[in-house]
């Protein structure tokens, strides 16, 4: 048996509409098994104007828009109705990979186990810390349980870092959980893109030092915890800029937060790594990635960064040689700690550069193509012992 044998179907809550680091992994994963001679069929929300082509043939599932205050951009998958099942019924998967446990998922979940059909879940977000950033933390314990229900009927589940996997094992998510780590394009993530007359462009002569955060511009990347930072940095008088590279709903709350602050809005490709390299300190406050696809690029890019000792960032960065992890908690904590990390970037050239150019050299063992086997290899063994078990 090899990857020519396999027939994926692939449930995505957000694939194409919206980009984020997530859906940019899906799509690269439906890339390599493509080309590697798989069949492939992704079930995901369609919308008019997505914010990239799908990769592999796409089908609509029932949505509506999140229910949720600040998140109106993203789709709730439904149900799997009549075509869908039909289409699936055409296409007639032997694995099913779960990227999100929407009610989608729970419904493809259940036709599969119907069938008898491997099931793969792969784990992109820490989905039960999100209630914390509107107000109902109290709802984290039944989140973790419905989590815990989801994950436990799949086969096996797949999640990007090791921090990742003993973070699920010790909520006891599953016992068969591999990694499925991320890869970093180097022809857009490098310090040669590093680029001056941007920089002037934007506001910052040659001799600032630039502290950058990157991604979605809503309050569960850490926001908060980056604003109140920035006012420690400012009150101990550490000279710096702030780069904002990025968008979103919560853009007014941060400009406001900010003052001063530059917003060079939403990039990507060519022009995400020129921004991302034409700064120097990259701070990642969030909590509730699994990876941090932004912190590997940032690496790549030769910024040492200052991060959330958390999941995710806690594999990538190597404390004291590419950077520092602060352990966190309550804003009032966390903040004046982050700022205690920076405060050396900011003011050391040396350091500055010699933990950029660490974090560069580590960034280089993180290829795509071998990454995504990894995903291969599981769908096998499970499709193998599923066969050997009937």
């Not at 020519?4 to 994963?29: K, W």
């Not at 699936?88 to 979940?109: I, W």
């Not at 984290?140 to 003993?166: H, K, M, T, W």
Request: glycine content about 8%; proline content about 6%.
């Amino acid at each position: 048996m090899d990857v020519t044998d396999l027939r994926i179907a692939l449930f995505s809550g957000n694939y194409n509409y919206t980009r984020d680091g997530a859906n940019q992994a899906l799509n690269r994963l439906a890339d390599y098994l493509l080309r590697q001679g798989a069949a492939l069929r992704v079930y995901a929300p369609v919308v008019a104007e997505p914010d990239f082509p799908p990769t592999g043939d796409l089908v609509d599932v029932p949505n509506a828009r999140m229910p949720v205050k600040g998140r109106g951009e993203y789709r709730l998958p439904l149900r799997i109705d009549a075509k869908v099942r039909a289409d699936l019924a055409e296409f007639a998967p032997n694995m099913l990979h779960l990227s999100s446990p929407d009610p989608v998922a729970h419904g493809a979940l259940k036709w599969a186990r119907e069938r008898d059909l491997p099931v793969l879940a792969s784990v992109h977000t820490r989905f039960e810390t999100y209630p914390r950033y509107y107000g109902l933390g109290f709802l984290e314990p039944v989140v973790e349980g419905i989590l815990r229900r989801f994950y436990r009927r799949c086969d096996a589940l797949v999640a990007p870092s090791q921090s990742q996997i003993a973070e699920l094992k010790a909520q006891e998510m599953h016992d068969d959980i591999s990694i499925w780590s991320r890869g970093v394009d180097r022809t857009v993530f490098d310090p040669s893109k590093r680029d001056l007359e941007w920089r002037r462009t934007h506001g910052l002569a040659d001799d600032d030092v630039a502290i950058v955060f990157l991604g979605r511009l809503v309050m569960e990347k850490g926001l908060d915890v980056f604003a109140e930072t920035i006012v420690q940095l400012r009150k101990r008088q550490v000279p710096h800029k702030v780069l904002v590279i990025g968008d979103g709903p919560a853009r007014g709350w941060f400009e406001k937060a900010l003052p001063g602050g530059i917003f060079a809005g939403f990039k990507t490709g060519k022009e995400l790594g020129r921004a991302l390299a034409s700064g120097d300190i990259f701070f990642n406050p969030s909590i509730t990635e699994t990876f941090g696809n932004v912190t590997l690029e940032a690496m790549a890019c030769g910024l040492p960064v200052v991060a959330a000792g958390a999941t995710g960032a806690a594999s990538l960065v190597q404390e004291g040689e590419t950077g520092r992890l602060v352990a966190p908690g309550r804003p009032e904590v966390f903040a004046p700690a982050c700022a205690e990390a920076l405060a050396p970037y900011c003011t050391d050239d040396a350091l500055r550069l010699a933990h950029g150019a660490n974090g560069e050299r580590a960034a280089r063992a993180y290829s795509w193509d071998v990454i995504n086997q990894a995903v291969v290899d599981t769908y096998l063994r499970l499709l193998e012992a599923r066969r050997a078990a009937g």
